[in-house]
């Protein structure tokens, strides 16, 4: 049994996790830390747990999280890199949900994240944790920054353009909509029921923290060629679920359905849809599987893709336990195999 | 493994019975029929099931029923009553979803349900599988007869008052609310997302269908004592789950906590939540799992009841795979011990 | 025009207050004031009012509360009752949309509000706002406590058969749900649109704030005799809205829909539905209407009553514009005559 | 008084037809009519009218629409070109909410329409109802086509943008998310609640009919200059409103901001927004008012435009009451110019 321990368990990414990790045969949660929450059950602080989970939030002294195989960061930004050095020289691996190591750049991380970072020098040995990209990468990381959730739905849906060098890298436009979980399990007025139901809105369209990562991983498969994104996130009125909705301008002809049938054909969580689906968010619900369906609108020169994940899951939980699972030589499915819930 | 058919799967009880068996390790779907439908790949109708579900519909000729070793009827009011005595004499066991053998009393089912039993010889055969009640009855039914949703949330939390005689039989109520997913996946006015969503609503006060379901089992329970029940359901913006409030007058002490403690000890998906708690549906969100807390307002001698349930679980699907787990000797929890998707 | 001024107009009966007043033909919004958003334009903040609001919120220094003819406090519980005596001393009629003089008791209300009152000499001038019951008082006050959200609907579904002495006042059963909008506009964890959407939960079941005002306006309303109530309020994720439903043991016969419909002839805001209705709370959105349905469920001696309001207009501001109508003696309907949103 | 017939008031469209004209100072409906619902008092369908709306639905023969002065068809497509042509011989005046009169181009409509068009002599008679472009020409139309709620929402979006001749035209990206009731009130499964609610999807990329008026409305902006265009609607689990987030590549400099505020300076139902705002729909809900804010992401050469409308209102009934003030000589707000409900 591989021995885990996760700081920060309190939000939803910590929650998801929990919620997978319960059902995975190969683990052993042996520590949870929670300032805030410490000497309370967690099935107390989530119900749905109960009768399922029977750790109690500690703090981080009691927790020991030394001793564990793997420890996962749910915490938010910045948290992950001051403790990383030391559990990675206790011989632990670590798995960042949070942002700290998803940027190679220094200086660009800090001007997004509005901090100093505290680990620079680890940044080299971050792997960034998308399994479709990097997998032999992350087989023999000590360190993987796990994506953000707006960034694995866009990377996976322009990935086969990209790569085939097929579309105009100059003017990408990534249309992408998030549930409101994706805000996190903060007390906030702008993410209340009373204001975040029945309505829909654009935010950040200035600039998002998630506009350098997806420009990132895009330049990264173009082979290094510079790439021009508008990003623009909005906030739909369902608690789960990322819609990517991605336009580019083709430079080449190509069968797009091969192509991205071609490219995913061995990947168990990607989901090339039939030519002309569009796929519901609600289809991957509570799974780790991301669908894609690709059009071309009137036989034209744009390229249209359609990119649905799960925020929580392939989002952020379920791909974090699947790095694991690739770092420890499980079956890559292992405990992030439900079949999502419908209706 | 055991072979399984369904009649009758593009409803939601039919996909939530197909989710759940696609990850129950003794069970190989050998066929599923649907008039309409035959010849659609069931993945091709609910895209969630892609890769999980290779099952195509059949015609009923073609679906070779008695071959299967047990058979779930998914079907609409009045359709098992047809076709089960075959499948018993062919040597299959039969579970219905519907309402067809709930009933004891032929000439109550026929005024409620408004048409001649096709089968009133089969009823005294039927047993009704409420586990929590029945679980002995059950382990040798032929032919089971699958709760209602609104009875299993009730039944459950009326029970240990009603077996220990500490209540008022004359003037129980029980206020239910439930999910939009209870009405079933028909296109109709009255559940578009346009008309069911951001309103609430009563409906049946005259008289529904439930009532003389819960009456019966209340009566069971109490010895054949006579209950006078008011039941009024509501519909509320949510899609699966059940939020039965129930409320008695008190007629001898007890410690109300310990009663549901006991009752339900060894029950592993029923939950008696500790004193002063408020079950919220979504703690049993795609879960076959009711929660219960039991209340004394203000000491007085009113006890309130409150039940939840995710419909399309411990209210339909996930009660009928409990009820043939039990059937066929397995493990009570096979295949339906997911955790609750919670956000 | 009468002058109004609005103390604390940031939450949702603040914002509600305003929106019926920019419709209001014989209203001049004087004043508005908010410590915390002191020198904001009300419409930067709420951009729905943008072109009609053109007020900016100001300190209460600034403000000059006393030149105005009426004053409505928007704000949580405890402000009105410390700056209600100075504004009635200039002459100024005050309207609290809170609970500060709503309980004629003042140990009463200290118990169920933790904190001592600030102004107990002022109770006996307070007269409490539900014009159905109240209007000739309203007409002369001058501080109005405007009622409670679960008390309007309560208490005006519940009324005929009180005032006619037609039920067992010993044991009465309010099952109310609210929309979240009942909950303000606080940031808190319970209330996040990921909390409370998808998901339906009782709450406060071992005693509400509510209960002790529902009380003593039925017991007002029975001339004296005490009455045993059991409430029960639940959180629906609806926006607005809130569903009573009502449970009554009758103690004499007696024509039920055209009791209703005799003691509501004449008033605008209450619309007894037909025999055999189930009004939605959608169908009174954005109202200042209650819709009522009363119902006998197979003739039995329990009476079923189904009262709706919009929480934010009938239940908060919309009353509260009614009362201010009643005592300047303009058109009951004045500024609060809107056409629910439907769908 | 205006005499006004309502050619199938069952509808979403229809329903919100007579909300806005209960409420409007000069109208008096006449006729409305139903061949589904003949007979049925249209507050018995739609309990948010009672006490508002006194009509009976009519048959059309029963109707006599030829003394109205106004007839408005809130009909599915295909009904209004059968019955317009022998009402304008009636003198009377026609507004058509579906789509019959929009496309000038016969071969088009037909094209996206599947069916012949009756009246192509009138398509050369009829104005395209968007009154910030055809103001003048709606004045003395006899027969007005009202736009699409689609094509409202992104025609004001890109509009100050194409009539400056700011934007390459032969890539523009319109990515439009509506609320459900842009569906109908048809029963249909994808429409349900249970299908639509928690979910996001995008629809019809292959092609949708608002394509073709769109694309007209844009070419005509751009004095006949051919447009290309890209459009992918989604359905998002609200009520009501549209969300725009158009794409453009700009060909010149320009200060945006200031160009969309002078080209909607007097404009009473367009709100161009400050700098750096995200319009959301709640914003406009219940409202003829549609908001528009712009930005250049970190100044690159793409501008995005963000547009709201309530799809209902500005998008179809609202919109069609301006056009009969204007026509009518109106003030151009009668009766439309309510508060947006909000939350």
């Given at each position: 049994m591989i021995k885990v321990g996760i700081v920060g368990g309190t939000g939803y990414t910590g929650v998801e996790l929990l919620r997978l990790l319960a059902q995975h045969p190969h683990v052993r949660l042996t520590a949870i830390t929670s300032r805030g929450e410490a000497g309370q059950r967690v099935a107390d602080m989530f119900p749905s747990l109960r009768g399922r989970v029977d750790a109690v939030f500690q703090t981080p002294v009691e927790?020991?999280?030394?001793?564990?195989d793997v420890v996962f960061f749910a915490t938010p930004n910045g948290i992950a890199m001051q403790q990383t050095a030391e559990l990675l020289a206790a011989g632990v691996r670590v798995i960042d949900l949070a942002a700290d190591f998803r940027i190679a750049d220094v200086a660009t991380w800090e001007k997004w994240y509005g901090m100093t970072h505290a680990a620079p020098d680890l940044l080299a040995d971050a792997v960034y944790g998308l399994p479709e990209v990097n997998r032999e990468q992350i087989r023999g990381a000590r360190l993987v920054a796990n994506p953000g959730c707006y960034p694995t739905a866009v990377q996976l849906g322009f990935l086969p353009l990209v790569e085939a060098g097929l579309v105009d890298l100059s003017h990408l436009v990534a249309d992408a909509k998030s549930g409101v979980s994706g805000a996190g399990r903060k007390a906030e007025v702008h993410t209340l029921f009373s204001e975040a139901s029945d309505t829909f809105k654009a935010y950040g369209v200035a600039g998002h923290r998630h506009l350098p990562e997806i420009s990132q991983g895009l330049t990264r498969m173009a082979a290094g060629q510079a790439v021009g994104l508008t990003f623009v996130p909005h906030l739909t009125p369902l608690i789960r679920g990322i819609h990517a909705t991605l336009y580019a301008r083709l430079t080449a002809e190509a069968d797009l359905q091969a192509l991205f049938e071609s490219r995913y054909s061995g990947e168990r969580f990607v989901d090339v849809l039939p030519r002309n689906s569009h796929p519901e968010t609600r289809s991957v619900r509570g799974s780790n599987v991301c669908r894609i369906a690709v059009h071309r609108p009137q036989g034209g020169d744009t390229v249209v893709v359609l990119s649905v994940i799960d925020n929580l899951v392939k989002g952020a939980a379920g791909q974090a336990v699947q790095n694991m699972n690739i770092m420890f030589g499980l079956e890559e499915r292992c405990g992030i195999d439900q079949v999502p819930l419908m209706p």
């Open positions: 927790a020991q999280l030394g001793e564990c």
